[in-house]
């Protein structure tokens, strides 16, 4: 049980790039913290600062109030879970997940218990005398689970761990990863570029471009009040709509396309250009015409229990995605029209995409 | 499961061909010449011979020089491939950890692999000159009574530092590989769960080295057996009284200095034998414990 604090923390590598610019970030004891953002944003390095894999240039990285910059990462008291499992191949899965024990002067009573315990926890009882190349992915993916949980380390941390499993299993590996995490109680750090696995397993989300922290929050926060344009567009699927738009002079509308004006509520200056965003589930089908946009069909999904349908509109430069629930048909060239909930309209400012 | 069979033709022997030409000439037929010469006694003046079934044999085994000589080659082979195999291992495991510059410490390392057996040889002997060699003056300096002349012992060990001074980049080179092979995530996952880097070297490092060094474990012995006899004829010459002559060495002075065909033809195919020996030994015992 611990308690993670970033104060600052920077990382600057020797070829001079800045890979981190100062975060801050203090995780509560068991709290499930999820980085999330495109590859090169720096989140895996963020948690291998963490983790002691990499130095941490500025700032400080304390763990249980105690700063950690300079201590080894074995003495940390973390567990990690990588993305390619880094199983030791020449032992067993015993001896895999045994290891870090007998480095550690348990006994050997204590070591087989413990060891026992987290096979039973993760069914692999049957497989420990097998060597990591005789089981598959997502057993894999298991001792390596296991050879966290046997330490009962103070954080957990996990490198993209389900990323190499096929789509099932990592629905099911997610869901394991969240019980086992609820029921041991440990505080842990999860990397994802899998905005769904974000969303599912955070207590908190922290999205990350560039090596900064754009926004810290519940996922449903996150999704909700996106601080900024780059957030909006990365949390949700399909990814919200932008429109370029402009405030009109009685500040109660922006004008859209050729002219499109949708109600908002927001304290803005007129006259302003400005994003304007609006998720493609919180737009829906209007009567013929009866809507705010007017919008032709370029290309259809259907996935059983929604359909996405992608149109243009205006004088085609602006393209939106609406979300319906069901099955429905459309021909490519359809004209469709579409009503805006004027209160899930989201502002950004155009030059620094921050939420107005 | 029935294998797809496409038609024959004469094609892919006529590529082969040339390889089975030059294995028949430099290999396969000079074997068989030295199995057959190996059973006859020729005159001193190489004017008749004799078939004199396994006396040739009978004279090596019995024969004082051959088993101090077999001895010698022994010791010297494990030697030589133990002494490169531990100094390439260290070198390569340092050279790994190096950020800045790596690339140059590398080549550096690897560039004694460019140097043929006989001019180490020729640089060992000009190192250990009397007059004018440097490490023989270091040592007599030093108050060793240095002397790979007359001495036995200081000449194996002349023999054995230029042996494996040769053979440690060729062990660098694989080594470095074999590290390089080893997923950095597996490192990391080590040193959360090992703070001792000794420990974590020989529990994860060196386990997961081991087919590599298994490999070169064979080819050392082998070098030491047949390469390095551009060194010793070189640097010793098999001196003092044939104390650093190894089989290969001995089967040369014999059979084209001695002139005795037979006895240096029986020799050889003793040697053959040995090496088989040992190569399936390798392989059967030592292979399976290596692999993960």
């Not at chain 2, 980049?169 to 080893?182: A, D, E, H, R």
Request: glycine share 8%; aromatic share 10%.
């Amino acid at each position: 049980m611990a308690t993670v604090t970033l104060n600052q923390a920077e990382k600057t590598y020797p070829n001079g790039y800045k890979a981190i610019h100062g975060i801050d970030l203090a995780i509560k004891d068991g709290e499930f913290t999820v980085l999330v953002g495109p590859s090169g944003c720096g989140k895996s390095t963020l948690l291998r600062m963490i983790a002691g894999l990499e130095s941490i240039s500025a700032g400080e990285i304390s763990i249980d109030d105690k700063v950690v910059n300079k201590v080894a990462p074995a003495d940390r008291d973390i567990a990690m879970v990588f993305q390619n499992y880094a199983l030791y191949p020449h032992m067993n899965n015993f001896d895999n997940m045994a290891y870090g024990l007998r480095n550690r002067g348990y006994s050997k009573t204590d070591i087989e218990s413990k060891v026992r315990e987290a096979a039973r926890i993760l069914q692999l009882e049957d497989h420990l005398e097998r060597k990591p190349r005789q089981l598959s992915g997502g057993q894999r993916q298991r001792v390596a689970m296991g050879r966290a949980i046997v330490r009962q380390p103070k954080v957990f941390l996990f490198d993209e761990p389900l990323s190499n499993l096929d789509a099932k299993l990592r629905v099911d590996m997610r869901l394991e990863i969240k019980n086992l995490q609820q029921r041991l109680g440990i505080t842990s750090v999860y990397v994802t570029h899998d905005q769904v696995e974000a969303m599912t397993l955070a207590d908190r989300l922290i999205v990350m471009n560039g090596g900064v922290a754009e926004q810290i929050g519940t996922p449903i926060d996150i999704y909700e009040k996106p601080a900024t344009k780059f957030v909006a567009g990365f949390i949700g699927s399909p990814a919200m709509n932008f429109l370029t738009a402009k405030v009109s002079d009685d500040c109660k509308h922006v004008i859209v396309g050729d002219g499109v004006m949708l109600d908002i509520d927001h304290d803005v200056a007129g006259g302003q250009a400005v994003t304007a965003g609006i998720r493609p589930e919180h737009l829906s089908l209007a009567n013929n015409g009866d809507g705010h946009i007017n919008a032709v069909v370029r290309m259809v999904e259907s996935l059983g229990a929604e359909t996405l349908v992608y149109l243009d509109f205006g004088s085609g430069a602006d393209n939106v995605t609406l979300r319906l629930q069901g099955t429905h048909q459309f021909a490519k060239n359809d004209a469709l029209s579409l009503t805006v909930q004027a209160d899930k309209i989201h502002l950004f400012d155009i030059e620094t995409g921050k939420r107005i | 499961m029935k294998r797809v069979q496409f038609e024959h033709s004469a094609v892919p022997y006529l590529f082969v061909a040339p390889q089975i030409l030059i294995i028949s000439i430099f290999f396969l037929w000079p074997a068989a010449q030295a199995v057959y010469q190996s059973f006859l006694l020729e005159d001193a003046f190489g004017m008749s011979s004799q078939f004199v079934w396994f006396r040739n044999f009978e004279d090596v085994l019995s024969s004082a020089s051959w088993s101090r000589s077999a001895i010698f080659t022994v010791i010297f082979s494990v030697a030589v491939a133990v002494i490169s195999i531990t100094i390439s291992l260290f070198l390569a495991v340092r050279a790994d950890e190096v950020i800045r510059g790596a690339k140059s410490y590398r080549t550096l390392l690897m560039w004694g692999y460019a140097v043929a057996p006989p001019v180490a040889g020729l640089l060992g002997n000009m190192m250990f000159n009397p007059l004018m060699g440097d490490l023989y003056k270091a040592f007599n300096s030093f108050g060793f009574e240095f002397n790979h002349i007359q001495n036995a012992n200081d000449a194996a060990f002349v023999v054995i530092l230029i042996a494996v001074w040769k053979q440690v980049s060729v062990n660098f080179i694989f080594f470095l590989s074999g590290l390089q092979g080893i997923p950095k995530s597996v490192q990391e996952a080590a040193t959360l769960d090992c703070k001792s880097a000794e420990r974590r070297f020989w529990t994860i490092t060196f386990p997961l080295l081991a087919p590599t060094t298994f490999f070169l474990l064979v080819i050392n012995l082998t070098y030491a057996f047949f390469e390095t006899f551009g060194i010793i004829d070189v640097s010793t010459k098999g001196s003092p009284g044939g104390a650093t002559a190894t089989l290969v060495y001995k089967v040369y002075v014999d059979g084209f200095i001695g002139a005795d065909l037979g006895g240096s033809s029986a020799q050889s195919v003793l040697l053959m034998i040995m090496v088989s020996i040992l190569t399936v030994f390798q392989f059967r015992f030592i292979e399976r414990k290596v692999h993960y």
